[in-house]
């Protein structure tokens, strides 16, 4: 996708970008398929170089953490399905002291659903991690596509040549399960979740 820029003088934000496709291969991919709002999850991505060159900026597109919403009064449209705690990337130093309420990661982009790790070389590994909270429950579907960098002339291609690409369906339950302790043993065991709405 290429964007306009108002700004006079300005050059393009691809010119920088090396044309080309990039092997990568996904070595993992998990993200728990049942979950309930307000209790933490991790959804993680690994993915290696199978190529013999560097790949210029490996990044990840997650378009599922929001929904689209047609209600008349909201201010944006777009509502979230999972709040999202910190992403990918290290976390960073401030120069100064300074209280962070959520930490968003070093990873972040311009794209608000893309997160990019920087150069990967042959045969190295990359691993994405986002923290989220579920806040909506229901049955939910959140896509992921891995790219070899953010202007779309770098492209990230198995070996078959297909996309790296994947999907989660994820139940979130309106309430965690309950759990009680054994008086037996001591030991907290947990209920099952229950049907989401």
């Known amino acids: 996708m290429l964007l306009a820029c108002g700004c006079g003088g300005g050059s393009r934000q691809d010119v920088g970008e090396v044309a080309g496709t990039f092997e990568m291969k996904l070595l993992h991919a998990s993200f728990p398929s049942t979950q309930a709002v307000a209790r933490p999850a ?7 170089n199978t ?17 689209t919403s047609n209600a008349p009064e909201l201010a944006a449209d777009k509502r979230p399905v999972w709040a999202i705690e910190r992403g990918p990337g290290a976390i960073a130093q401030p120069p100064v ?3 962070e309420v959520s930490v968003p990661g070093g990873g972040q982009t311009a794209y608000l659903n893309t997160w ?17 909270v579920p806040v909506k429950a229901g049955t939910h579907t959140v896509r992921f596509a891995v790219s ?13 040549g297909a996309a790296v690409r994947g999907q989660f369906k994820v139940d979130i339950a309106a309430a965690p399960p309950r759990t009680h302790v054994d008086p037996a043993t001591g030991r907290v065991v947990a209920g099952s979740f229950s049907a989401t709405p």
């Open 42 to 48: 991790r959804l993680e991505l690994q993915v290696r």
């Open 97 to 99: 002291e300074t209280q």
């Open 51 to 67: 190529g013999a060159h560097t790949v210029p900026n490996v990044a990840v597109t997650v378009d599922s953490f929001n929904y």
């Open 148 to 160: 070899a960098g953010l202007a779309g002339k770098a492209k990230a291609r198995l070996a078959s």
């Open 116 to 132: 990019a790790l920087g150069p990967l070389a042959p045969g190295r590994t990359q691993t994405f991690i986002w923290r989220v």
